[in-house]
């Protein structure tokens, strides 16, 4: 056995830690604009809609899901850092187009389309950094590692919209740079930030970020990403080949974790608009706490489950994590009598108006208190008479809203780390970066089909089809989780070279 010297292993971490800020600042990519996307399209270019809006908002998980396999396939064959620092290049150059897409005189929206797909295109970066971290870590390390690196893009999905409201002061105005065609507003300062953050991580990347790479028990050997940094290390006996069926049974329940959630953060407006007729302003404004309150519960989760892991085991771990997301999709399911209050509306050539009088927003003894702008008219609230379960389906009281809420924050980050952590292990030191991307690739697929289902399912048949099928699915990934349950183990002690 060789011992790591103190000097390799503050260089490993310090590189690790590199790791997380880019996964961080990705997930700040993401969310730093998500809630302005809408007012600034409208803005730029009023021939968008809604659902070109949802193609704008997919296009992100597109872009990723086509990058993510393509830089792991990078990253098995070359240095890190050179997939690392192109990925980063294209986010920061995608935030400056962002930043610009008003300067053109037409097709406005094309150009916001293509500049949130190309940021999603740099985020396919996320493989190259799990795929990092899993052969920079030895296994003892390696749930710790992963739990941090999720916790670091749980917080900048929390901060990017934190960093979006202290950016609102600036205005809707604010100041144009008429020699650079800039202008620098509430819409345009966000991106503009995220593209500074995106080059100072590219300065530490070159300055700090050096190839490592350990084998389960912690000794350094030399790969195929090795730039000639470190020449005191050892082969690695590779020999064995990979369970493929469990790298796909991974793959599956991933896909499954993150559709689950995308399901739940999409239909949180919709569904507290119809049940407690909130208004849009209102939804937002509650459910952007919720979100944030969660997001809190997840790094707190990230962290505990990392000493948790150690007692009980990763898979015992996942097989808890989706218990709870079923019973928390279980406890959405409508139980009671009371139905919601009705939207009821004059409907004119199958359309229905964005404001409606007063007078025809819903009976009198359901009207909530309404501050009426000057042109005495108001947005509709309650559930729309145009779903026509909202006629026959009891309504989900707040409290059933809540527990989920709580229970879902509980039970996904669990998931997460677990499903990636076990990953990792499953591969052990085969190179990491093509199945970390196709990893990647099935989540972001999960994300852009997740509001699909909602938009079809929920829409159509209701909250009580729609959690009905979720809760199918979960059950049928515990099932899945069943039968590969004895295979889910580390390539090592797969290949009797360390003991579980």
């Given at each position: 056995?060789v ?8 260089s490993?971490?310090r590189?690790?830690?590199i790791?997380?800020l ?22 730029i270019?009023?021939?968008a809609d ?5 193609w ?33 290049a294209?986010?920061?150059a995608?935030?400056?187009?962002y930043a ?5 005189h037409?097709h ?7 500049a949130?797909a ?9 493989a190259?950094?799990?795929?990092y ?7 003892t390390e ?8 999720s ?8 901060l ?9 002061l600036i205005?809707?105005?604010?100041v ?5 065609c800039l202008?620098l ?5 966000p991106?503009?930030f ?11 990347i070159f ?12 000794r ?7 730039d000639?940094e470190?020449s005191d ?9 990979i ?18 959630f ?7 407006t919709?569904?507290t608009?119809?049940?407690y007729?909130?208004t849009r302003?209102e ?7 919720i ?12 962290m505990?489950?990392k000493?948790?892991?150690k ?13 709870i997301?079923?019973v928390?999709?279980f406890i959405?399911?409508p139980?009671g ?7 009821w509306q004059?409907?004119k050539?199958?359309?229905i108006p964005r ?6 927003l ?7 208190e ?6 005495h ?22 409290a059933q ?8 924050g509980l ?7 677990m499903?990636y952590?076990l ?7 085969k190179?990491?970066?093509v199945y970390?991307g196709?990893?990647?690739?099935s989540?972001?697929?999960?994300r ?21 099928l ?6 049928a ?5 069943e ?18």
């Open positions: 056995d011992v790591e010297s103190q000097e390799h292993y503050k490993r971490w590189s690790i830690w790791m997380y880019t996964m961080f600042l990705s997930s700040v990519g993401f969310s730093i604009v998500i809630m302005s996307v809408w007012p600034y399209l409208q803005k270019d009023p021939t809604a659902s070109f809006l949802g704008i908002i997919a296009s992100y998980s597109i872009g990723q899901m086509v990058a993510s396999p393509l830089f792991g396939l990078w990253s098995n064959h070359r240095p890190r850092r050179e997939p690392l620092v192109i990925s980063t294209i986010s920061v995608a935030n400056c187009l610009y897409v008003h300067v053109p037409g406005n929206k094309y150009y916001m389309l293509t949130r190309l940021v999603g295109f740099g985020a396919g970066n996320v190259v950094v799990r795929s971290i899993a052969g920079a870590t030895s296994l390696r749930t710790s590692a992963m739990a941090n690196t916790a670091c893009q749980a917080v900048g999905f929390i990017g919209p934190v960093f979006q409201t202290c950016f609102t205005g809707e105005e604010g144009t740079w008429k020699f650079l202008q507003n509430m819409y345009t300062t991106v503009l995220g593209a500074l953050l995106g080059v100072i991580n590219i300065i530490l300055a700090i970020f050096r190839e490592h790479r350990v084998d389960d028990m912690g350094q050997y030399k790969s195929i990403n090795s000639g470190g290390v050892l082969d690695q006996n590779t020999e064995g080949s369970d493929h069926v469990a790298v796909v049974a991974l793959n599956v329940l991933f896909f499954v974790i993150l559709f689950v995308a399901v739940f953060e999409t239909i949180a919709p569904l608009m119809d049940m007729s909130w302003k939804a937002v404004f509650y459910n952007g706490i979100l944030s309150v969660i997001g809190i519960e997840s790094v707190i989760v990230f505990v489950v000493t948790l892991s007692k009980t085991g990763e898979r015992a771990i996942l097989h808890a994590g989706l218990l997301v079923l928390g999709f959405l399911l139980w009598k009371k139905l919601p209050n009705i939207q004059e409907i050539n199958n359309s404001t409606a009088p007063s007078e025809m819903a009976p009198f003894w359901s009207l909530p309404l501050q009426l702008p000057s042109n008219t108001a947005e509709p609230v309650g559930c729309p008479v145009t779903q026509s379960w909202c006629l026959n389906t009891p309504m989900i009281y707040l809203y809540i527990s989920s809420d709580v229970l879902i039970g996904y980050p669990v998931c997460n780390v499903s952590t990953y990792s292990k499953v591969l052990g030191p190179p990491q970066g970390m196709w990893l990647t690739a989540g972001s697929g999960a852009i089909l997740g509001p699909v289902f909602v938009s079809q399912i929920y829409t159509h048949l209701g909250p009580r089809w729609a959690f009905s979720i809760c199918g699915v979960v059950v990934s515990l099932l899945l989780l039968i590969v349950y004895k295979r889910l183990i580390a390539f090592s002690v797969r290949y009797g070279r360390m003991q579980e």
